[in-house]
Structure formats: C-alpha cells, structure tokens
C-alpha cells in the first residue's frame, strides 16, 4: 500500500522521550509572547495538575489488549502471493525482510543514531513460522521473495541464510502444495477474493490485504467460503492493533464524548507515489512480467465486465487496454478500475474500519459521494479527490470522509459529540465542548479548559496527563505505523500477523475477521457506487443488498 510506504520513509524511529514536560507544545498553538507566555502556560499547568475531574472523566488504567503467543506454539508453514510494495512490508512484519532492506537500515543507523529502525527489526517478535513458498509474476519481485524467505536470521547481503523457498510462477501450485498451511496474499485488488476463495478451498488460512474484494457480488461468495471451511481469516487492516483506538472505544463506550453525531476522516497526500504514480522497476518487460496472469482469466474479466454494464459503468473500464502489456498499469494499477477499488477500497477503507472498531457502527444506511480526477491528469480512470457522506441513522449519527492527493494538509479522525470531541491516531485527545452540559461545573469552576486539548493519550506512557512533552508529541504524531504494548514498540502490521498466526495456533478469531471484512467491503463498495453512478446507495439489512437510489 502506498499509504504504509509513504509513512514507513518518513519514520524516524526514535522512541518518544518520557522523562521531559515542556512547554512546547502550548507555546506552539499561540503566538510567540516570550516570557509572558510561558508565564501563561506556568499558571496553567499548575492548575491541572491539581484539578480532580475523576467525578465526570473517569477511565481505566488498563494496558491495551492483544493476543499473546504461547511459548510452545506449533510452527506454521507460510506462503506468500504477491511481493510487490505492500507484499514485502507484509513479509518483513512476519519477520523475513530481503538483504537489501537490511543493508540500507544498517546505513540508516550508522548515519543517523537516532534512526533505530534496523534494531527494533532485529528486536521483533520470532513468530515461529518458516516460509516455504513464494508467488510473484514478475520475475524480479519473485527472485527478491525467495532470498526474503531464506533470511532466516536477519541478516544483510553479507550473512548466512537458510533453505531457500520454492518460488511458484502460478499460485495455484502454491496452494496445493502439501508443506504450506497458510497464506499471505499481498496482490492486486481485483484478485483478492479470488485468490482468498481458492485458498480456503485448498484448506490454506487465509491473510489478505484489504480491501476484501473488487465487486460486491464476489464480497458474498468470499464470506460464503470462509465461512463453509472455517480457515482463519483474517483482512489486513493492521489499525485493529493500535492501542489509541481501543483507548477510543472505551472513552465512547464510557459516554464521555455525549452522544457523538459526526465523524470526520480524511486522506491527505500531495506527491506522485502517494497518488500511486509509483516507480517503474528495471528489468520489468513482457518477458519478465506474465501479463495474461495479471489481467486475470478471461471469464473473471467478462464477470466484470457484465457487473458494470449493469449500471451503466462500461465506459470506465476498458477490456481492450486490459490485452495490452503496459508497465504503467502493472505498477501503477491503482489507477485504473480495471484492476482498482479508487480511494474508496485502498484510503478509505482504514478510516471507516478504524470508526468500527471503535464504535461498531457496520454498514452504514446510506452513501452519497462525489468527487473527479482533478489533478492528475495522466489517464487514470479512478479520482483523485473524493468526498463521501455515509448516515447511520440508527446512530444518530453521520460520518464524513474526504481526501486528495494534491494536498498534505495534516487532519486526523475527530469524533464530534455534545460534550466533547476526540482526535485519534497514534495519539489521542480530547477537547471538551464550551457548550457542555456534562462538563459545565468543571468549565465554570476552571477545571477543565475549553480552547485546548484536556486530555492527552500517549501510547507507552505509563500515565496520560494534559501536558505531554513536544519531542513525545511528534514521534507520536509521526510514527503512524506502530503502537507499544507492555512499553515495548511494535510494528502494527507484525501484531496484525501474529494475532492471524496465533489464532490459528490457538483456535481463536481474529479481530478482523470475515464479518468485519464483509462490512469494510460493502461500506467501500457503496462508496464507489455512489460515485460512479451520481446517485445514493442505499443499505438493506434484511435482504443484504446495496439498493439504487435516485440520480442527483
């Protein structure tokens, strides 16, 4: 995924520093008075450290809650399909990361000695698993796989690495072999459940990258054939392991918000890869790339085709460009619905599984959207701008999701109530309403202030407390792709994977699991159909069928 690419180049890696309360943070949201202002936030912070708001805001100290291995676990046989961006950061999670990527971390670490990404890799999880078996249709991503999977140690090029795996040109081979038990599919959308179906069929677990599946009739047969074979399924949204957000659920749960009626969630890019525009990788070219096994057999092709042509979608997708080997759309395939869920199934599916976890709203009632290819004018078919009203009249409530990737303007998950509202992501705060009922004795008196945050959630504090150092803050703020759990850092994904692999081991259902995965697909699927269509989806439960409503 681009979106886990961007951030994991951006990570510094550093681990926030806990000992420090400074007065960065408040000075950075006023304007720079000198010793006024610190003068300023002196009295303030003396003022809340001695409030007592246990009466109206009342949580539990309770670390977050994750599936832990058990010592004497079976080891699994792993198979991966799919080594391209996304496939290698799964790999790497589970603990199989190519000697290349260890070569340039240890340069990292030698140049910059706060960048600690290489040891906190060397410091992760052994997941008792060996991988006995790589897919990948272009000749390069595959090579790459199997030196990943003999990298039994951790090691760069220079090091000793085990038995190389078998390297599979059709992942059908894969899955009937006899020395893999389960499977990471890491491709592109528009093979997701195909490859998820035929997996649970051949007796494989089932790890697959979100979003479920390319077209909702397909999102019935794959929930269908998990369920009839009962392998453990779990959909890669690796936010399910971060500890903010069940910081979040227990704060909803706890009323503490009001009654929350609007959400906000938002995607914000601004470069070429972060709008899928990404690299063209030497030695790609028909003889390296199987071309007929990445646009998909020809019935698949025609079920699409028809699926469109019955809401009147043809002229998005082309069969024709489909024929043509093109190393734009091999590696760029995100821009185009011929192999693409648009900003809907790749973007928006996090915010909306995040809003689930927390809340468990399900498939909304309704999806308006609108939206265009607006910036990138390069002959992508899927917009680049994207605005979608979900209601969830049952909820009283309506969430609100935007994105473009022309802009990087920073806007994080906000949780509206009457009381207060709540910003999550790897931080959480909460700022309290003025026009509280709840809160209006502790508003009056001065306890709790109003124009700034009063709550500050920092995973791998030992305590939360409104004054959080600025160095805490923005490691925070900036370290999207990883949570801590005991004080220790992990990567969120590699939980995500050992969570699946536990579950497996331990006859247990992973949190994301195919019921949570049929709602994300349906509720993205809504979305797009929305789009394409200028008009509203509507949702009903009874029969489980997105129902047209009329053209706006």
Not at 91 to 118: T, V
Not at 190 to 218: F, N, Q
Not at 323 to 338: G, I, V, Y
């Given at each position: 995924?681009a979106e886990e690419k961007n951030k994991q180049s951006n990570e510094q890696g550093q681990q926030p520093d806990k000992g420090r309360r400074d007065a960065l943070k408040t000075l ?71 000697p290349s990527w260890i070569d340039d971390r240890i340069r990292d670490a030698k140049n910059n000695k706060n960048d600690s990404r290489y040891q906190q890799y060397l410091e992760q ?38 038995k190389e795996p078998k390297r599979y040109r059709y992942y059908q081979e894969l899955l009937a072999a006899d020395d893999i038990d389960a499977v990471i599919i890491a491709t592109p ?364």
């Amino acid at each position: 995924m681009a979106e886990e690419k961007n951030k994991q180049s951006n990570e510094q890696g550093q681990q926030p520093d806990k000992g420090r309360r400074d007065a960065l943070k408040t000075l950075a949201t006023v304007p720079v008075l000198g010793a006024m202002a610190y003068g300023v936030y002196q009295k303030r912070k003396d003022a809340l450290r001695d409030r007592n708001i246990s009466d109206v805001f009342s949580l539990s100290n309770r670390q977050a809650s994750f599936l832990e291995p058990q010592p004497d676990g079976k080891q699994i046989r792993i198979g991966i399909i799919g080594f391209g961006i996304r496939g290698k950061q799964l790999l790497r999670a589970a603990g199989f990361a190519e000697p290349s990527w260890i070569d340039d971390r240890i340069r990292d670490a030698k140049n910059n000695k706060n960048d600690s990404r290489y040891q906190q890799y060397l410091e992760q999880d052994d997941l008792n698993i060996v991988v006995n078996g790589v897919c990948d249709i272009f000749d390069v991503y595959g090579d790459a796989a199997v030196l990943a999977g003999a990298n039994i140690h951790r090691e760069g090029s220079n090091g000793k690495f085990g038995k190389e795996p078998k390297r599979y040109r059709y992942y059908q081979e894969l899955l009937a072999a006899d020395d893999i038990d389960a499977v990471i599919i890491a491709t592109p959308d528009h093979w997701h459940s195909t490859m998820a179906m035929d997996a649970a069929r051949a007796g494989k677990h089932v790890y697959v990258e979100k979003p479920l599946s390319w077209t909702v009739p397909e999102t019935y047969r794959v929930r269908e054939v998990i369920k009839q074979t009962g392998v453990v399924f779990q959909l890669g949204h690796q936010g399910r392991q971060t500890d903010c957000y069940q910081k979040a659920e227990e704060i909803i749960g706890n009323g503490l918000l009001g009654n929350v009626n609007l959400i906000e969630v938002c995607t914000n890019r601004n470069s070429p890869n972060g709008a899928w525009v990404y690299d063209i990788i030497e030695g790609a070219n028909p003889t390296t790339i199987d071309w007929r096994q990445f646009e998909g057999p020809e019935e698949r092709v025609k079920e699409y085709m028809d699926y469109m042509k019955t809401y009147g979608l043809e002229r998005y997708v082309g069969p024709e460009e489909r024929h043509k080997f093109s190393l734009e759309r091999f590696f760029r395939w995100r821009c185009w619905w011929d192999y693409s869920t648009g900003l809907s199934g790749d973007l928006l599916t996090h915010e909306y599984d995040a809003v689930n976890q927390i809340m468990h709203v399900g498939i909304p009632h309704s999806a308006t959207s609108s939206g265009g290819v607006y910036f990138f004018k390069d002959g992508r078919t899927v917009p680049d701008v994207l605005q979608t009203t979900f209601e969830f009249p049952k909820n009283n409530m309506t969430m609100l999701y935007s994105a473009t990737l022309a802009s990087s303007r920073n806007r994080g998950k906000v949780f509206m109530g009457t009381d207060a509202s709540m910003e999550v992501s790897n931080i959480l705060e909460v700022s309290v309403d003025r026009d509280s009922q709840r809160y209006a004795q502790k508003i009056q008196q001065g306890v709790i202030p109003t124009d700034a945050p009063f709550y500050s959630y920092v995973p791998g504090q030992n305590s939360s407390d409104t004054v959080t150092s600025a160095t805490e803050l923005y490691f925070a703020k900036r370290g999207l792709l990883y949570t801590y759990v005991n004080g220790k850092r992990y990567d969120t994904t590699h939980l995500h994977i050992r969570e699946w692999l536990e579950c497996i081991r331990q006859g247990k259902t992973p949190s994301c699991g195919i019921d949570q995965a049929f709602e994300e697909a349906m509720t993205a699927h809504m979305g797009t159909r929305a789009y394409l269509e200028g008009r509203t989806m509507y949702w009903d439960p009874d029969k489980e069928e997105i129902v047209r409503g009329e053209i706006v």
